[in-house]
């Protein structure tokens, strides 16, 4: 059974930073992409960024975080990283890791439809 672990949520002030780690566990084989959304009170859970797990490591990102946020992966560990800098009190949210195994190239990197295993979510407050 696959497991996806989140850590290192937190509350920080506005400009500061925080690094998040998802750690999956269940499978011989690596995910063909890992990634992170994040639900915000009141609203739907959104796409933040995603990593292919090839050998380029594809990135993409929500247009909110582009320059902010970088995501890494460590291939050998399954592991994948959020660090999130210059963060605002609008970056306030549940932040979900998200990960799925199948075959294949994901058509849609944002579309949550596409990420079959999520975390509980790690909670990420950001103080004005």
């Known amino acids: 059974q696959v497991q996806l672990v989140e850590s290192g949520g937190g509350l920080v002030p506005a400009g500061g930073s925080l690094r998040l780690s998802c750690a999956a566990s269940g499978r011989t084989f690596s995910p063909r992409i890992m990634g992170w959304f994040r639900q915000a009170p009141g609203k739907e859970r959104e796409f933040v960024a995603s990593i292919r797990r090839t050998a380029r490591g594809s990135t993409y990102y929500a247009d909110s975080v582009k320059g902010r946020f970088t995501i890494s992966g460590d291939n050998a560990k399954n592991t994948v990283y959020l660090q999130m800098n210059s963060l605002k009190p609008e970056d306030t949210a549940v932040y979900y890791c998200?990960?799925?195994?199948?075959?294949?190239?994901?058509?849609?990197?944002?579309?949550?439809?596409?990420?079959?295993?999520w975390g509980q979510g790690t909670q990420v407050t950001v103080s004005s």
């Open positions: 998200a990960a799925d195994f199948s075959v294949g190239l994901v058509p849609d990197v944002t579309d949550q439809n596409e990420y079959e295993h």
